[in-house]
Structures are given as C-alpha cells and as structure tokens.
T-cell receptor
Framework: AQSVTQLDSQVPVFEEAPVELRCNYSSSVSVYLFWYVQYPNQGLQLLLKYLSGSTLVESINGFEAEFNKSQTSFHLRKPSVHISDTAEYFCAVKNNAGNMLTFGGGTRLMVKP | DTEVTQTPKHLVMGMTNKKSLKCEQHMGHRAMYWYKQKAKKPPELMFVYSYEKLSINESVPSRFSPECPNSSLLNLHLHALQPEDSALYLC???????????????????FGPGTRLTVL
C-alpha cells in the first residue's frame, strides 16, 4: 500500500516571495512521483514528475521538485511566485506494480499582492 | 497532443433525469478513468477501463453506469442521482492499463477539464 501526505492544506504567500509545498509519501516499493496543479474551476494539469535519473525535476513555469528517497519526500518549490500561481496543488504517487495514482489531500496556494 | 476533452462543461439535472457525460482522447491511450472530485478534496477513482473493458469499479453505486464505445471514447451515464452526487467529474487517460506487471508505473495520467455536475 502507498500513501501521500501533504502537510499544509493552505499556504498563503505574497507575490514574488519563495514558496515550498511539502509532500511526503510512504511505499514499500519504488515509486514514481507527480505534482498536478488545478486552477479554479478547471481540471488537473501535470506540473512535473519524477520517474528516474536526476532527483531534481523542473517545470516550464519555474517550479521545481526534488525527490529525496531517504526522507521519502517530493517537495515543490518556486523561488518567486506570481498571482497566477494561485491554485490547488496535488502530489501523487504510483508504483511499478501498476498505474493507480494515490493523491495527497492537496495544498491550496494563495498568492497575495 | 496530450488533450483529453470532456462535455458538457456544466450540467444541472434533477433526481429523476437521465444524462450522460462524455470524454474523448486521441492519444492512442489504452486506459481511461473516471474520477469524482468534491470541493477542496483530491479526486477519487470511480472506474477504470483497460483496452475498452471495465477493469476496476471502486464500489460505485449503480446509478452511475460507465461505457466505453471505442478506444477513444468514454461515457458516464447518470440516472436517479442524489444531491450528494454533485461534484466535478474528471476523465483521464494513460498509455498503459493499470496492473501491468513490470510496467505502467511510469505512464502519466492526463486529465480532462471536467464536468461540473449539480443535482437538484
């Protein structure tokens, strides 16, 4: 069995400030990790993913996440946020036994001017 | 192209109505999914279709009836719903079906924009 914990349900931050959204997982086997973003009244969009190789992965809009196996974490970071980054962010995990996604509870990022 | 489309965007229905949600993908994916998402919650898996056959039903009430007419289309037929069924219904697809031993884990699930359903 696998599970995902997003430690913060809401993260308020001022525009241009750095942000970190935390994600921890548990699994007895190797995992693949994903961050999805959901803008208001929209579906989920893949932000970035870790499958193998370099533990630091980046998205096209300035987000990055680092896979830390020893701490079973996959925290999402951005050095300077914009108002348009306001959204719900979901961390998710799959293992190599199949293709079922397990989601964390989500973190609402609220960027204030 | 990584697009999954869903229609309609919004749907309001009474408890005695029959309606259908539609999902389409043209990426050649062999697995398609229905999720239900309540406000401020993560998506909850409802059904999985693998190679056009229902492979997973997460104990969903029979008032929800999925259908996969072909490899690109997925429908969700709704009948006699309850107000608590109001939610965002998301469709997703992936290249490989779930449970594929030794593989499938690296596949990304691509989500559609969802149908916002309100049951009066």
């Amino acid at each position: 069995a696998q599970s995902v914990t997003q430690l913060d349900s809401q993260v308020p931050v001022f525009e241009e400030a750095p942000v970190e959204l935390r994600c921890n997982y548990s699994s007895s086997v190797s995992v693949y990790l994903f961050w999805y973003v959901q803008y208001p009244n929209q579906g989920l969009q893949l932000l970035l993913k870790y499958l193998s190789g370099s533990t630091l992965v980046e998205s096209i809009n300035g987000f990055e996440a680092e896979f830390n196996k020893s701490q079973t974490s996959f925290h999402l970071r951005k050095p300077s946020v914009h108002i348009s980054d306001t959204a719900e962010y979901f961390c998710a995990v799959k293992n190599n036994a199949g293709n079922m996604l397990t989601f964390g509870g989500g973190t609402r990022l609220m960027v204030k001017p | 192209d990584t697009e999954v489309t869903q229609t309609p965007k919004h749907l309001v229905m009474g408890m005695t109505n029959k309606k259908s949600l539609k999902c389409e993908q043209h990426m050649g994916h062999r697995a398609m999914y229905w999720y239900k998402q309540k406000a401020k919650k993560p998506p909850e898996l409802m059904f999985v279709y693998s190679y056009e056959k229902l492979s997973i039903n997460e104990s969903v009430p029979s008032r929800f009836s999925p259908e996969c007419p072909n490899s690109s289309l997925l429908n969700l037929h709704l009948h006699a719903l309850q107000p608590e069924d109001s939610a965002l219904y998301l469709c997703a697809s992936s290249q490989s079906p779930p449970g594929l031993a030794g593989g499938g884990g690296t596949d990304t699930q691509y989500f559609g924009p969802g149908t916002r359903l309100t049951v009066l």
